[in-house]
């Protein structure tokens, strides 16, 4: 059945009871009844658009259907046909580590930052930290994500570890168990931590493990002063 879909603008009284448009938009979908002729000769009853009644526009408009599905989870921040953003609040959690030419695996109990996670189908994984609790807004001002393996342009180097295909709960449950439950080896850059200028660049590493092994012993969570500044907010470093 063809159908037609009525875009109308929202009104609301003010105190003196007159109506004014707002920014909100309401759009409904109607099946169109045809005549005998063939010709168009009522609409039905408005339902509310669904995402299959968005395929069949995108469809009329030569456009692709995102193969995206499933859940959204509270953990969502953003999502597009190509990218989803989601944060992980900070807890205690064990952090693990493989130092190159070490056999065996290292591991500490520590109470790991708040990190937001960013998957692009087209182009990549990123990572960054923040340090404010609760859900973050797009205004959120973000930290190099204090971890090994972390690029300077917060892309991380996964090794064996595979992500998630897709844009869904269920992908974003592989790439958190990606990041939590591999094995951390070297640095990527110079900045995954605030540390002294006196700390040279070949120090860096057995510096950044003494760091990690001060919060487990004490137990106390990622500070803001113990990040560095990525110098963007949440909506800066979205890749579009």
């Not at 169109?32 to 000769?41: P, Y």
């Not at 342009?153 to 790439?175: K, M, Y």
Request: proline residues 5%; charged residues 20%.
């Amino acid at each position: 059945m063809s159908f037609a879909l009525i875009f109308q603008s929202v009104e609301k009284p003010d105190v003196t009871g007159h109506f004014h448009s707002t920014n909100a938009l309401v759009v409904t979908r109607h099946p169109i009844f045809m005549a005998d002729d063939g010709r168009a000769h009522s609409l039905g009853t408005g339902m509310q658009v669904c995402q299959d009644d968005l395929n069949a526009m995108r469809q009329m408009l030569g456009m692709d259907i995102p193969s995206y599905g499933g859940w959204l989870g509270d953990d969502l921040l953003y999502l597009s046909e190509s990218l989803m953003v989601w944060h992980v609040p900070g807890q205690l959690r064990p952090m693990y580590f493989k130092p190159p030419g070490q056999k065996r695996s290292q591991q500490y109990l520590v109470r790991w930052p708040h990190l937001i996670m960013q998957y692009h189908t087209q182009k990549d994984f990123r990572i960054a930290a923040y340090a404010a609790q609760g859900k973050p807004c797009p205004s959120t001002r973000l930290y190099h994500a204090p971890l090994m393996n972390v690029y300077d342009n917060t892309t991380i180097c996964l090794g064996s570890a595979n992500g998630g295909d897709g844009l869904t709960a269920q992908a974003r449950a592989i790439w958190n168990e990606a990041i939590f439950d591999s094995n951390f080896s070297h640095k990527n850059h110079d900045r995954l931590i605030r540390l002294k200028s006196t700390v040279k660049e070949k120090d860096i590493n057995r510096a950044y493990l003494r760091f990690i092994r001060d919060k487990a012993t004490t137990g106390k969570p990622f500070y803001a002063k113990d990040m560095t500044p990525l110098g963007k907010t949440l909506d800066e470093w979205i890749v579009t």
